[in-house]
């Protein structure tokens, strides 16, 4: 009889591990998010569970805003293969995302042709991040000093790395990890 309920023991043990590995993993993205001009609220998990998940704080007057380009040119290459890119344009550093949602949307668009995923205006830095840079933040070690920080997020929902500003959307360094993903 002990051995069987070792067994059990041992099972539920386990089951308790998974579940609790799963439910960290689950949370990182597990949060909601209205699209930009838009009053559509997607739940990011729900939306983007099993894929690779690029996170990125934008704005439209920064010297990295040419970045737009090269994220839309990595969603490009690598949607069909599971990359989704997120875009979260903030006014945080240096007041270089001044304009309105319908503003952001129509610049990205006409100016950098962007389809990838945007939503709306938020707040990434530290003591006034909205939930989930806040997560993202914890998880990394470290919160956006800038506009156009990276967090790359594996498709089991946890967090692979993050990225300075500095750091080029077609950098060996950035393509390499998101490749080593899909």
Request: aromatic share 8%; net charge positive; hydrophobic share 40%.
């Given at each position: 009889?002990?051995?069987?309920h070792y067994?059990?023991?041992?099972?539920l043990?386990?089951?308790?591990l998974?579940?609790n590995?799963?439910?960290?993993?689950?949370?990182?993205?597990?949060?909601?998010?209205?699209?930009?001009g838009?009053d559509e609220?997607?739940?990011?998990?729900?939306a983007y569970?099993?894929?690779?998940?690029?996170?990125?704080?934008?704005?439209?007057r920064?010297?990295f805003?040419?970045q737009?380009a090269g994220?839309?040119?990595?969603y490009?290459?690598?949607?069909?293969?599971g990359?989704?890119?997120?875009?979260?344009?903030s006014?945080?550093f240096?007041?270089?995302?001044?304009?309105?949602?319908?503003?952001?949307?129509?610049?990205?668009?006409?100016?950098?042709s962007?389809?990838?995923p945007?939503f709306a205006?938020?707040?990434v830095?530290?003591?006034?991040?909205?939930?989930?840079?806040r997560r993202?933040a914890?998880?990394?070690?470290?919160?956006?000093q800038?506009n156009?920080?990276?967090?790359?997020?594996?498709?089991?929902?946890?967090?692979?790395?993050?990225y300075?500003?500095a750091?080029a959307?077609?950098?060996?360094?950035?393509?390499?990890?998101?490749e080593?993903?899909l």
């Open positions: 009889m002990k051995p069987v067994r059990v023991a041992g099972a043990l386990a089951g308790l998974w579940s590995a799963g439910h960290s993993a689950a949370s990182l993205l597990n949060f909601d998010a209205r699209k930009l838009s609220v997607v739940n990011l998990q729900q569970a099993g894929r690779v998940v690029l996170v990125v704080n934008t704005a439209s920064c010297a805003t040419d737009y994220l839309e040119a990595l490009d290459a690598y949607r069909e293969r990359l989704v890119v997120l875009g979260f344009p006014n945080d240096g007041n270089q995302e001044p304009g309105s949602e319908r503003q952001i949307k129509n610049f990205c668009r006409l100016t950098y962007v389809e990838f945007m205006k938020t707040t830095r530290e003591g006034v991040a909205d939930p989930l840079f993202l914890e998880a990394a070690g470290r919160y956006p800038w156009f920080h990276k967090y790359l997020i594996g498709r089991d929902g946890r967090l692979v790395g993050d300075v500003s750091t959307p077609q950098s060996t360094q950035l393509v390499g990890a998101i080593a993903q």
